[in-house]
């Protein structure tokens, strides 16, 4: 990214005769301090600030921190090795998903209803996988993993089933879009259509048998500039809310000043050549990241439903939008009503809210009662930027999903 750097702040101060200056937000001890701890001198303090916008989306340190970001940037922990492969020890990435207790709970009354209204064809498949019956494999039902659910789990093997009915042919994308989510974990996926589990219920439970030889899938290497092209404005940084964070998308510099809590950074371990790598790869995770929120606007949108009102004329104009009770489906205006959105982008959140339901919030008409000026987020140039910014919003949520996934596989400090 070209700007004047998220990293760098600019204005006037004592001593500067009256010019404008630059400051770097982190100070020369810090970028000593990573370059001595991972052994690298190639270390810049752009990749600080990379590494530190991924840190801050890790859950582990979300939850470690959680009463402290609403107020201050904590301290920085160090990343001291590489992720741990899926299945081995801890910060594997098994089959967990950092989300709200409110998320999770919502998700297994979700998984309750779908097994209580399972199809045909998976109270068929269902027969074939209870109680152990494929090779000794124990099978969960309408799993949920985190914000999602598959129509069959197994643990031992990290495999899911899913079997595919006609719906499925009208939302293929969505389909490959929340696949690829849970596969960041490190999850396998096999599909069946209804009809092969009717047809050829051997043919069904040999290829689940061939799935248990099949490798992990690992979660797939960021490379910085992949993807759409880039540019927009950002969203809000997704860190807690409160003085010193919520109005500000520049962090507290490291290692001075408040928000370190008087504390200094860890004393370096594990000092030395090959530590640069693991700094280099979470930093890059941390550009990716903050490049898909600062560029939002450039993504293609979520794959929703489409559901117009024949009776009224057709309009894109918002007043307010409303979410329906389960939140599947957003209420744009009399005309318009988008169906289709998936739980997981619940997920991510800006504070206390969703990405979503933030953008649901603020972009409403609202009249100031004291003032009399009425704030109108619509574009007279652009009347379906609202409802496209909905699509984008939901795919910038899923990614965002990816992206913490790996970051989650970095045991922290």
């Not at 050829?200 to 799935?211: H, W």
Request: neutral net charge.
């Amino acid at each position: 990214m070209n700007s004047p750097s998220l990293r760098e702040a600019w204005g006037k101060g004592p001593g500067d005769g009256g010019r404008t200056v630059r400051r770097d937000n982190i100070s020369d001890w810090a970028l000593a301090q990573y370059r001595q701890h991972y052994g690298d001198e190639t270390i810049t303090k752009e990749d600080i600030f990379y590494y530190i916008y991924a840190l801050l989306h890790h859950p582990e340190y979300r939850t470690r921190y959680a009463a402290n970001l609403k107020r201050e940037l904590p301290r920085v922990p160090f990343v001291n090795s590489l992720p741990t492969p899926v299945g081995e020890g801890a910060g594997g990435w098994g089959d967990k998903w950092d989300i709200s207790p409110e998320m999770a709970a919502r998700m297994h009354q979700i998984a309750r209803k779908l097994r209580n209204e399972s199809t045909p064809a998976e109270r068929y498949l269902w027969q074939f996988l209870r109680r152990e019956q494929v090779d000794g494999r124990k099978f969960r039902r309408q799993m949920a993993i985190g914000p999602f659910v598959v129509d069959f789990y197994c643990p031992s093997e990290r495999l899911a089933v899913e079997v595919d009915g006609p719906i499925h042919d009208t939302q293929q994308e969505a389909d490959r879009e929340r696949q690829s989510l849970i596969e960041s974990l490190g999850i396998r996926f096999v599909r069946f259509t209804n009809e092969q589990v009717f047809r050829d219920i051997d043919g069904v439970i040999k290829a689940i048998r061939g799935a248990f030889q099949a490798p992990h899938p690992q979660p797939p290497s960021l490379h910085v500039g992949e993807g759409p092209g880039m540019g927009g404005s950002p969203l809000p940084t997704p860190v807690g809310e409160g003085p010193g964070m919520g109005g500000s998308p520049l962090p507290t510099p490291v290692g001075e000043g408040p928000g370190m809590g008087g504390s200094p950074l860890p004393t370096p371990v594990g000092e030395g050549p090959g530590m640069g790598e693991t700094f280099h790869a979470f930093a890059a995770i941390g550009r990716a990241l903050a490049e898909l929120h600062l560029n939002y606007e450039s993504l293609p949108e979520y794959p929703l439903r489409r559901v117009e009102n024949p009776a009224v004329p057709p309009s894109l104009r918002v007043e307010k939008m409303a979410l329906s009770r389960d939140k599947t489906a957003l209420r744009v205006n009399d005309f318009l009503t988008l169906e289709g959105i998936p739980p997981e982008a619940y997920a991510y959140k800006l504070g206390s809210r969703s990405a979503l339901e933030w953008v649901i919030e603020q972009y409403r008409v609202t009249t100031d009662p004291r003032s009399g000026i009425t704030n109108d987020p619509n574009r007279l140039d652009d009347e379906g930027y609202i409802v496209r910014l909905i699509g984008q919003v939901i795919h910038v949520s899923l990614e965002t999903l990816k992206r913490v996934a790996q970051i989650a596989a970095y045991p922290i400090a």
